[in-house]
Structure formats: structure tokens, C-alpha cells
């Protein structure tokens, strides 16, 4: 197979060193997708060219919604630019970010936030307590550490992606149609996390006996209902009508304070 490498050793240097602008950009309606890209550009620059039209496909493709690990986001990077230098279907792209950046959270999360870094804070703190110089330099020798994996994590996937390309090319629909619906069980599983809607107001059956629409009804038959049908009603507003999601967040925050006003919402 003709080799279609563009990028160097230090263009993947580059790219873990620039994933620290990961959480440099949040919005409601693409998370992380703004320093994803802007880590992501060199490298998509490099590899387009002077394809201004496969840029922008490319560019835009990278602003959809994404929310990830920072430390182990490099991973993820690596591989989506693998397939961007070896000009793999689009979809086959998109599908494949959108069903691992949440197991890729999962693991770095576990890995990091919950293990390491607590751990090592604890130990740090135990020294600094002492009043021995040990817990600062502890800490800052082991955050380091952390800091240089993202040149182990980035390098890394870029390898796995560049020597999976064949297996991928054979099985492109298996594994594109499998990363969407990982993808899309994701993004389900993120809405009683991102959204929270809940009827608080109350009705009086009898004599000091109150009925909660939310707990007594909602609660027990269709859990997390309020969350899944707004984000449906979102979504449709969005794919079907074409409405701005700046007007959709502002009419949320809205419904939010009129619902909460007049004690209907909470």
C-alpha cells in the first residue's frame, strides 16, 4: 500500500504539546470542540494543503460536540489525524471520535482524576504538613510527569490508527456503523448528566397528603423523561427547523427562570 505520510514525529510532538489548549474553549453546544480544533489545525493544515474545501470539511467535522479527558486526549488526537492524513471517509472519522471520547474520558479519568493525582496530593500533603520542602517538589515532579504523558498518549494513538488504516479500510462500514452507535450511546448517557429538569410543584389529594408529579409519578415510571424529551425537542429544533442555538439557550435560561418563578420547575 502506497504510504500517504505528510506528518513527522515532531508535527505529533506538536500536537500533544498544543492538546493542552483542550479546555481553552467551552460552549453548551460543542463542549471542548473549539481547543480541540485549534490543537488539531497545524497538523490539518499540513495535511490538506492547499485544499481549502478538505480543510474546511475537516475543520468542521472537529467542531462537532466533543468532551474528553485532557491528559489522554492526545490519544484520540493522534488517531483522528492519522485517518485525516490517509484520507479516510468522512463518516468513518466523525463516527470513530464520537464513540471513543467517552470510553477515552472514562479511562483517564480513573486513570488520573480518581487515582493518581489524589494520591499523590495525599502524599504531598502529608510532607508539606512536616514542614518538609519534599510535598511541593513531590507534587511538582509527579504533575510533571503527568504533563510529558500526553507526548506517550499522543504518539501512541497515532501509531495504533496508522497501523490499524488497512483493517479499517476492509471493515470501514462494520466499524463506522459500531462507532455511531457507541457514539450515540454516549451522547444518550450524558443527558441525565448535562440535563436536569425536574417538576417540583406539588398538589394537595386529601388532608395532609400531597401529590409530586416529579417524585410520586415521573420518578418511579419514566425516569429522567423531562431530560430525554427537552433534549429531543432541542435536537429537533435544531435538525429540522434550523433554529439558532444561541435563541435555543437563551429560550432555555428563559423557561428556567419563569419556570422556577412561579415554582413549576426546579
Known amino acids: ?11 505529533i510532538n506538536k500536537l500533544a504539546l498544543r492538546s493542552v489548549f483542550l479546555q481553552s474553549s467551552f460552549s453548551y453546544e460543542r463542549m471542548q470542540a473549539g481547543g ?18 478538505a480543510l474546511s470539511e475537516s475543520m468542521q467535522s472537529n467542531m462537532e460536540f466533543i468532551n474528553t479527558n485532557p491528559w489522554v486526549s492526545g490519544f484520540l488526537m493522534g488517531l483522528v489525524v492519522s485517518l485525516e492524513e490517509n484520507k479516510e471517509d468522512r463518516n468513518l472519522i466523525k463516527s470513530l471520535k464520537a464513540g471513543l471520547f467517552g470510553p477515552i474520558a472514562g479511562l483517564g479519568d480513573a486513570i488520573f482524576w480518581f487515582t493518581v493525582l489524589p494520591i499523590v496530593a495525599g502524599i504531598s500533603a502529608s510532607f ?5 520542602i519534599l510535598g511541593p517538589l ?14 506517550l498518549w499522543t504518539n501512541l494513538g497515532y501509531k495504533v490508527g496508522t497501523n490499524a488504516i488497512e483493517t479499517l479500510q476492509k471493515s470501514s462500514q462494520l466499524i463506522s456503523k459500531s462507532a455511531a452507535i457507541l457514539g450515540v450511546t454516549v451522547l444518550g448517557g450524558l443527558i ?5 429538569l425536574n417538576v417540583v410543584k406539588t398538589f394537595t389529594i386529601s388532608a395532609g397528603q400531597k401529590f409530586s408529579i416529579q417524585h410520586d409519578f415521573l420518578d418511579h415510571i419514566f425516569p429522567n423523561i423531562l431530560p430525554l424529551a427537552y433534549t429531543l425537542l432541542i435536537f429537533y429544533l435544531l435538525k429540522k427547523k ?19 418563578f412561579f415554582g413549576i420547575l426546579g
Do not use: Q
Open 138 to 151: 513531590f507534587f511538582f515532579i509527579c504533575y510533571s510527569l503527568v504533563f510529558a504523558s500526553r507526548f
Open 1 to 11: 500500500m502506497e504510504s500517504k505520510k505528510t506528518l513527522t514525529k515532531k508535527d
Open 36 to 53: 480541540w480544533t485549534y490543537a488539531m489545525l497545524p497538523a490539518l493544515k499540513k495535511i490538506h494543503k492547499n485544499d481549502k474545501k
Open 242 to 260: 434550523k433554529m439558532n442555538p444561541v435563541l435555543l439557550i437563551f429560550l432555555t435560561i428563559v423557561l428556567a427562570i419563569v419556570g422556577s
Open 192 to 196: 441525565p448528566s448535562y440535563v436536569n
Open 128 to 132: 508539606a504538613k512536616s514542614g518538609s
